[in-house]
């Protein structure tokens, strides 16, 4: 796949960066003092596919800039827009039309396709949030259509031992969390607790997909042998995202949503909440941790 590099901040469009710096007035007690801080970007990422010569918008999401590449391709893939081999290539768009600072938050996905593929089932505005993710996703019976049953996958554990010291390396990878004190993560790892790779960004969902695109770019899908660990909590959307990428275990530092508990269980996944101090609650597929109580 002939995917364009994303450059860095230089030239007359100034590509925006993961990191805004500011001046605040801080107030410690009695003490006032101006000083400098540093805070989480977010900025809109308009998302366009290609095809048989016709251009389409798909979606428009408030993200953390960088792997922008990566999280439209995780996107894309998470809501069964494409597959494996499907991208020919992406690429900030250059269209005369937009603003030279615009065009770092736009990205062209071109496909190896005849067409557009329908995008009707996506069920939603072209409009998402930081917040909110993927709002009115697809149905259950469309994630049956499109995602394997869970006796198709090869089976995986884990130690508890593992599951606990994930946190602490997911926040020691977070560089940009580090400086800002204001993004989400998610972390991938083996079954032994190795760090794969990290990702971050102002939304939970959006470092889910910049995960999985970066997989899915690298043809490295499904991710059927690796842990999942999410900062926050666990929604339907990255569960969603999760099983559309092969993750059989997801964990997260907080608690799961009801729905995430019920799509877990439908589709035989493992959904571990509250990761935190040497504790956690298995909320599905327990069968998947051991904890050498049995």
């Avoid at 990205?107 to 557009?116: D, Q, Y």
């Amino acid at each position: 796949m002939d995917t364009a590099a994303e450059p860095g901040a230089t030239g007359a469009a100034r590509r925006p960066g993961p990191v805004t710096r500011i001046r605040v007035t801080q107030v410690t007690g009695g003490s006032v003092r101006d000083r400098r801080d540093d805070l989480a970007t977010e900025e809109p990422l308009e998302i366009r596919l290609t095809a048989g010569g016709e251009s389409r918008t798909v979606a428009i999401t408030m993200r953390t800039p960088g792997a922008d590449f990566e999280l439209a391709a995780g996107f894309l893939h998470g809501e069964g827009i494409v597959r494996p081999g499907d991208i020919a290539a992406i690429g900030y768009c250059t269209d005369e039309d937009l603003k030279p600072e615009e065009r770092y938050n736009t990205v062209t996905v071109r496909l190896r396709l005849p067409a557009l593929p329908d995008i009707r089932a996506l069920e939603r505005h072209f409009l998402t949030s930081s917040a909110c993710g993927v709002c009115g996703a697809a149905s259950l019976d469309a994630l049956h259509d499109r995602c394997a049953p869970p006796a198709a996958r090869p089976p995986v554990e884990v130690g508890a031992e593992v599951l606990y010291g994930l946190p602490d390396l997911l926040r020691k990878a977070q560089g940009v969390f580090g400086r800002t004190g204001g993004l989400h993560a998610a972390g991938l790892f083996t079954a032994g607790g190795a760090p794969v790779g990290v990702r971050e960004d102002v939304g939970r969902h959006n470092a889910v997909d910049k995960l999985v695109g970066w997989a899915l770019l690298g043809d490295r899908l499904p991710l059927d042998r690796h842990v999942l660990l999410v900062s926050g909590r666990a929604s339907y959307e990255i569960m969603q995202k999760a099983m559309a990428a092969g993750v059989q275990i997801v964990c997260a530092v907080s608690a799961p949503s009801s729905l995430a508990v019920d799509l877990a269980r439908e589709f035989g996944m493992t959904l571990v909440g509250f990761l935190r101090e040497e504790r956690f609650n298995i909320y599905a597929g327990a069968e998947r941790v051991r904890t050498g109580n049995g």
